[in-house]
């Protein structure tokens, strides 16, 4: 999904934790092993650090192989290592289309960021290629113009490259997303537009993972997330290399 600053009634702001010698460097992942039904721990380390300082001691229920459980225990070291920055923003109801977990971009107005925000007004479609118009005049100096949709159901395309139209027109490669009426519904005036994200290539906008979503009582939410790095992933294949220490 997408938030930008047509969805938040509050700016974006983010906050950025130092490491500390209070940080888990370690993690010691215990479950039930699927053929013997007993308790083992695999030990979760970067082969830079075989000894940690600060281990986490964590009980995992439901999974019953050695290498999973490794791969989940890998996955928290790796955001206790790597995960820093923290985003916060409020919305109205539209941070409702998320769970907890979900994956979603966040963007800002910060003016040098090369970023526009718009909403869609049309689209048509020929030749496996799709037209927007924008409600705002597009920058094409933005190096490697690209495009981001926020469809109406809140979820989001991938980055696309954009071929300029006019200067509130851009085009790109069709996707069968366009032809999903769940995702676009030009045809009435009551359901909220489609948002567009115009950038660079070098984008300014942030990947994140929703932590907490909390209604308020003003009939707003606050969404809190913490940011999304592939690295977090990275030992998802990997098969539990044995006690390290």
């Known amino acids: 999904g997408v938030i930008t600053p047509h969805e938040m009634v509050e700016e974006l702001q ?47 229920d439901g999974v019953l192989n050695q290498d999973h459980a490794y791969q989940i225990g890998m996955r928290r070291l790796m955001k206790y290592l790597q995960q820093r920055v923290t985003f916060q923003t409020t919305t109205e109801l539209d941070a409702l289309c998320y769970n907890t977990g979900d994956r979603i971009v966040l963007t800002d107005d910060i ?16 030749g496996g290629v799709t037209t927007f118009t924008v409600t705002e005049p597009l920058d094409w100096s ?13 979820s989001a395309s991938g980055l696309m490259v954009a071929s300029r139209v006019g200067d509130f027109q851009l085009s790109v490669p069709h996707l069968s997303e366009f032809d999903d009426p769940m995702k676009v519904d030009l045809s009435s005036a009551t359901i909220e537009p489609i948002r567009l994200v115009f950038c660079g290539s070098m984008r300014h906008v942030y990947d994140a993972i929703v932590e907490e979503i909390a ?15 592939e690295s977090f992933y990275q030992y998802d294949d990997a098969t539990y290399p044995g006690d390290a220490a």
């Open 111 to 126: 003016p040098g960021n090369n970023t526009i925000f718009c909403l869609v007004e049309a689209m048509t479609t020929a």
């Open 142 to 154: 933005f190096e490697n113009p690209r495009a981001l949709i926020r469809y109406q159901d809140g």
């Open 14 to 60: 983010s906050g950025f934790t130092v490491p500390s010698d209070d940080d888990f460097d370690g993690v010691d992942v215990t479950y039930i092993n699927g053929t013997t039904w007993a308790e083992e721990t695999v030990k979760c380390r970067t082969p830079d650090n075989p000894t940690p300082v600060k281990i986490e001691n964590y009980k995992l």
């Open 215 to 229: 209604p308020q009582s003003d009939g707003t939410c606050q969404v809190t997330a913490k940011e999304y790095l």
